[in-house]
């Protein structure tokens, strides 16, 4: 089947509209906080979410057969004033000029919140308690500096969570659900501490399931208004269904196919609504989707056809949910990216292959629709049907940078190094970008954002930056006295330890503001174990409380710097440490010929055990050093090499490295190459990226790969790509994702955007169309070498 002209209709509109802001959910939000001065916070945020659910405009859009939106636009974000809203103040006036993620918003909007919404929160967003908080050090070394970031996790929500549609969602409905929080109410009384907190935790959650259930039947009622209007017969009889359908769930447990994907998306809707969250995963979606589909199919209720047409829709109203950031996580996470990750393939819970029909139909509503939206991961064993992947390789060959790649074995053995059981371990989904995870757990991924290259420059520059040339980091000495490769090493590491300790004392700070100040009640109504601890989110009640996880960035680059250096300086002795110190500090200008001489040195992703040692040093320090400590639960905190935009902005703030890097050009993302390094075979980069011992990373690694187009245009091209994945994760590596797009293509998008408006590109953990990047992402994009051969 082609896509339909349904389908069509709404993909043009996703890919031709640009994103606008609404201030409806943070009116309401406002207005309903104030009503509830003085009540405590998980009541107000849960009775916030109710009157949100109640008052919201609801709109049902041309075509749509799965309804539901955030405001009164089709692509729209919304405001959260609880988590910031100073950013928004000091940004909506250049959000539609910014160069990464605009957005439109009108004069009368940004009057409105200036005046009626902004005041109220003065003083009272985590935003304001977590900068009045941490140091000055602190705040020197991780707000807004690129050296270490995490303000994903102060100025926003968490998100990172899976909705447990298997145990919980689709078993009991969110009736169901207050049913079952109502029978905990009976039986506790508030004459203890913990009896009061979880009788607070309930009753948050009995408004959260009123909530949701409101919000539905209100969407059933707007149906059969429209309904009543209709002309068109056909377009009648689908509204009428959906009122239908919007009057069952998510209240009850679905019974149909139709059902199970409304009620996925009002979980979705929800968790937007109470949060505006990054990462709300959809998970295993063909595992739990499956036996509705297969039985309406069997039942003769639902073509093959319809179903495709049904997923294809949710593709592209996941896409139009927009995320709204500050510029500054913009840059981290570029695109309008909000990591819906969703998983298809692997094995059961008892280790069967779970490939079935759905995998497949996942992977054509990408290719056709084209959307950006959910991230679309896909598991890969051993035993993986050779159908299944030829046809993700096929998807790979069409250049939208899907699916991302994972070794199912992989995946596996990381959840188990981080404490979870076999049987769980084995139903693991992606979560945001490349992390390992599973439904029932509460886990912040993306926590923060760690330059590895800016530890070397304040080894090389005495604890300063060398762009500004103010003291940031420890005191070092000059690095022109440096005698033996050792010392540069020990230097190093020591500005590594004390930017990740600055990064815990930033995250330490912000966990605990989260549980003070912005409590989960809808996510936590989601998640199994919350209801039976009868404990929120923020307070560890799932089954698994994953420590808060730190992000390397610009590792090629680090090891690339300290190869050049041990060899040139310390082991051929044909450079001097004082010639490289001069060479970085004048951006290598009239040096060309010392460049020259470090940029031939051993590279990184070339299988060269040289400098792939020295990576292999780095990433178990960066392991041990962060496993270390411990968060406000208890838990370890945790290493990832996951990739985002973020090697952009950590780039932006650095001056020249010893690898022949120029100041302020991108450093390296995940465990990939750097730009243009790569210059052997594909399969020598993986062989590199294998040697990092990727499994002590739980957090997820990530590799970047550019193939010239010409390698996967055929049958023959896509299976030696096949072999060659299954190769790579024989090594014991985790993750793999290519752009097949060729550098002509590209520059023609760049040249003339408006032809190219749905061109796909991979960024790093994520696609998002190619168009919405700023020059520089797309640049960097363009810069990564297309191999040419296997």
């Known amino acids: 089947m082609s896509i339909t002209d349904r389908v069509e209709r709404i993909r043009l509109n996703y890919v031709n509209s640009k994103p606008a802001i609404s201030y409806e959910r943070a009116r309401i939000w406002t207005e309903s906080h104030k009503r509830t001065e003085g009540q405590p916070v998980a009541i107000r945020r849960a009775q916030a979410f109710y009157d949100t659910c109640n008052e919201l ?7 749509e057969l799965i309804v539901g939106c955030t405001g009164e636009f089709r692509k729209c974000g919304i405001l959260t004033p609880e988590f910031s809203w100073t950013w928004v103040d000091r940004e909506m006036d250049t959000f539609a000029t910014r160069a990464q993620d605009p957005y439109e918003m009108t004069d009368e909007q ?11 929160w003065e003083h009272k967003s985590l935003e304001e308690a977590f900068l009045a908080q941490i140091s000055e050090e602190t705040k020197r070394v991780a ?22 549609y298997q145990d919980v969602l689709f078993k009991k409905g969110f009736g169901g659900i207050k049913k079952e929080a109502e029978a905990y109410l009976a039986e506790l009384d508030a004459t203890s501490l913990e009896g009061a907190e979880k009788i607070e935790f309930y009753r948050s959650i ?5 909530g949701i259930i409101r919000l539905a039947n209100r969407y059933a009622e707007k149906a059969r208004e429209m309904a009543a209007e209709e002309a068109d017969e056909t377009r009648k009889a689908e509204l009428l269904q959906i009122a239908e359908i919007c009057d069952v769930v998510p209240e009850n447990p679905p019974k149909s196919f139709r059902e199970a994907m409304q009620f996925m998306w009002f979980t979705q809707l929800g968790g937007i609504l109470s949060e505006n969250p990054l990462a709300w995963n959809p998970g295993r979606f063909d595992q739990y989707m499956y036996p509705y589909y297969k039985a309406d199919k069997d039942a003769g209720v639902i073509t093959k056809d319809e179903a495709q047409e049904l997923i294809e829709c949710l593709w592209l109203k996941l896409s139009e949910w927009v995320w709204t950031i500050s510029a500054n996580t913009a840059d981290f996470f570029a695109g309008y990216n909000q990591f819906q990750n969703l998983t298809v393939g692997g094995r059961t819970r008892d280790g069967k292959d779970a490939t079935n029909e759905l995998s497949y139909m996942c992977l054509k509503a990408t290719e056709d629709t084209l959307a950006h939206q959910p991230g679309l991961s896909v598991r890969i064993h051993p035993d993986t049907p050779d159908e299944f992947m030829a046809a993700v390789t096929h998807l790979v060959s069409k250049g939208t940078g899907f699916p991302a790649i994972h070794s199912d074995n992989a995946g596996y053995q990381m959840l188990v190094n981080a404490g979870y059981e076999p049987e769980d371990a084995r139903d693991w989904s992606n979560c945001g970008c490349v992390v390992p995870h599973f439904r029932k757990t509460g886990e912040w991924t993306s926590a923060a954002n760690l330059n590895f290259a800016a530890a070397l420059e304040f080894a090389t520059n005495e604890g300063k930056s060398r762009l500004s040339g103010k003291k940031i980091a420890l005191d070092e000495k000059d690095p022109k006295t440096f005698s033996t490769y050792e010392e540069v090493e020990a230097a190093f590491y020591k500005q590594f330890a004390y930017l990740i300790k600055q990064a815990v004392i930033s995250l330490i700070t912000a966990q605990r503001l989260h549980v003070e100040m912005v409590p989960r009640p809808f996510m936590s109504a989601c998640i199994e174990d919350c209801m039976k601890n009868g404990k929120d989110l923020t307070k560890g009640g799932a089954k698994y409380n994953i420590g808060p996880v730190i992000t390397g960035i610009g590792i090629a680059v680090v090891a690339n710097s300290l190869a050049a250096i041990k060899k040139l300086v310390f082991e051929e002795k044909s450079v001097t440490m004082a010639e490289i110190i001069d060479a970085i500090n004048n951006n290598w200008e009239g040096y060309d010929e010392l460049r020259a001489k470090v940029q031939a040195a051993p590279k990184y992703g070339n299988d060269d055990d040289y400098v792939d040692d020295i990576a292999r040093e780095i990433g178990n320090f960066f392991y041990q050093e962060v496993h270390k400590y411990k968060d406000i639960n208890g838990n370890h905190f945790l290493s990832a090499f996951m990739g985002i935009s973020n090697y952009l902005p950590t780039g932006k703030v650095l001056g020249a490295t010893p690898d022949g890097r120029k100041a302020t050009e991108p ?4 465990v990939s190459p750097y730009v243009g390094t790569d210059t052997s075979t594909p399969l020598a980069a993986m062989r590199s990226a294998a040697k990092l011992n990727q499994d002590i990373h739980s957090g997820g690694t990530l590799l970047n790969l550019r193939l010239n187009q010409d390698l996967v245009a055929t049958k023959r091209g896509q299976a030696n790509l096949g072999a060659m994945i299954q190769s790579y994760f024989a090594l014991g590596a985790f993750h793999v994702q290519f752009n097949t797009v060729s550098t002509e293509t590209l520059r023609k998008a760049q040249a003339h955007p408006e032809d190219y408006k749905d061109l796909l590109v991979r960024v790093a953990g994520y696609s998002t169309q190619f168009v919405n990047l700023s020059k520089s992402m797309q640049d960097s994009i363009i810069a990564r070498n297309a191999h040419e051969t296997f």
């Open 110 to 120: 940004r009057a409105f919140v200036r005046k009626e919404i902004f005041p109220y």
């Open 143 to 164: 707000v807004d500096t690129g050296f270490v970031d995490t303000d994903s996790k102060w100025r926003q929500a968490v998100g990172e969570i899976t909705a447990d």
């Open 667 to 670: 450093i390296s993302e995940g």
């Open 206 to 210: 009995v408004l959260v399931c009123d």
């Open 57 to 63: 405009c609801v709109n049902i859009f041309p075509d």
